[in-house]
């Protein structure tokens, strides 16, 4: 029943052509639309390859989803540097 639930969410997505919320998305399989709990239907680990990144995959299907993981540095920087660009008053 999850499987077809989310199936029928994608599809009158793509035809109201609005993105789902990244929540349903990172919980749901993009191959076989099963729905993720961890543990039972799908392994999640955390690898520092290149840029630290979360690579969850299904058990069912075998495949894999990548969620890349950002600094909290960055983010900082990102917000001084868009402060800098305005012009002083």
């Given at each position: 029943?999850?499987?077809?639930?989310?199936?029928?969410?994608?599809?009158?997505a793509?035809?109201a052509?609005?993105?789902?919320?990244?929540?349903?998305?990172?919980?749901?399989?993009?191959?076989?639309?099963s729905?993720f709990v961890?543990g039972?239907?799908c392994?999640?680990?955390i690898?520092?390859?290149?840029?630290?990144?979360?690579?969850?995959t299904c058990?069912?299907?075998?495949?894999?989803?990548r969620?890349?993981?950002?600094?909290?540095?960055?983010q900082?920087?990102?917000?001084?540097?868009?402060y800098?660009?305005e012009?002083?008053?």
């Amino acid at each position: 029943m999850a499987m077809q639930y989310v199936l029928s969410a994608r599809k009158i997505a793509m035809a109201a052509k609005i993105r789902l919320p990244v929540e349903f998305r990172r919980g749901t399989c993009k191959e076989c639309n099963s729905l993720f709990v961890q543990g039972l239907n799908c392994r999640v680990r955390i690898k520092q390859k290149r840029e630290p990144h979360v690579v969850v995959t299904c058990l069912n299907c075998g495949n894999q989803t990548r969620i890349l993981l950002k600094k909290k540095m960055e983010q900082g920087q990102i917000e001084q540097n868009n402060y800098s660009n305005e012009a002083p008053r």
